[in-house]
């Protein structure tokens, strides 16, 4: 069983929108949490990193929370924009650097 | 430009055949990192180095799979015989290393896309 899981598996919102998506994770223990955004045929680029002690990180308009108590952590998209139109991955990781993937949330943002 | 390069971009191939892919890490980074993706799916650890010694395998590299990084810097992956299932995105990423009190973020390259027809 995977240990990050992500929801949903796919989503498409209109132009100007708002959206979140989230990951659960059971990887323990827990070092920092990343999402990364990757477009379709490119490699993924980092987004947002928390660690423990962090339950909120901006970027631009992207917005990432971190409930390390449930395990869970959420993405925020707000306005979105054709751009964000991409797959969005979760990624945990241990103490030891193991970082554990989810298999993202593809996101389409259509005019 | 000065990110993570990956050649080739794209490579088909026939079932059987042998493919040899390079990644050129960040200068400097000395962990590089090989995962490999399909569709739909987020990326899965392949192997990493840490300069030139290759400190952990997935049990998902076959024999069928090596790589290399003999100098420290560039680094490649050899498939051989490939399959049909071997058909994926191998995407390779490389980090400074800790010891540099950096964080372990991992600059991704574009990926190699693998077709074995």
């Known amino acids: 069983k995977n240990q990050v899981e992500q929801s949903p598996q796919s989503l498409i919102i209109l132009e100007g929108k708002n959206c979140t998506l989230q990951?659960?994770?059971?990887?323990?223990?827990?070092?920092?949490l990343r999402w990364y955004k990757q477009d379709t045929g490119r490699g993924p680029v980092s987004l947002t990193i928390?660690?423990?002690?962090?339950n909120t990180k901006s970027n631009g308009r992207y917005t990432a929370t971190l409930d390390a108590d449930t395990k869970q952590s959420s993405l925020h998209i707000t306005a979105s924009q054709l751009s964000d139109s991409a797959s969005y991955i979760c990624?945990?990781?241990?103490?030891?650097?193991?970082?554990?993937f989810g298999a993202g949330t593809r996101l389409t943002v259509k005019p | 430009d000065t990110g993570v390069s990956q050649d080739p971009r794209h490579k088909i191939t026939k079932r059987g055949q042998n493919v040899t892919f390079r990644c050129d890490p960040i200068?400097?980074?000395?962990?590089l990192y090989w995962y490999r993706q399909t569709l739909g799916q987020g990326p899965e650890f392949l192997t990493y180095f840490q300069n030139e010694a290759q400190l952990e395998k997935s049990r998902l590299l076959s024999d069928r799979f090596s790589a290399e990084r003999p100098k420290g810097s560039f680094s490649t992956l050899e498939i051989q015989r490939t399959e049909q299932g071997d058909s994926a995105m191998y995407l390779c990423?490389?980090?400074?290393?800790?010891?540099?009190?950096?964080?372990?973020?991992?600059?991704f390259g574009p990926g190699t896309r693998l077709t074995v027809l």
């Open positions: 990951c659960n994770y059971t990887v323990s223990p827990f070092s920092n």
């Open positions: 928390m660690t423990f002690s962090e």
């Open positions: 200068s400097e980074h000395n962990r």
């Open positions: 990423a490389s980090r400074p290393g800790i010891e540099r009190g950096h964080t372990d973020t991992q600059y």
């Open positions: 990624v945990v990781s241990g103490n030891n650097n193991d970082m554990r």
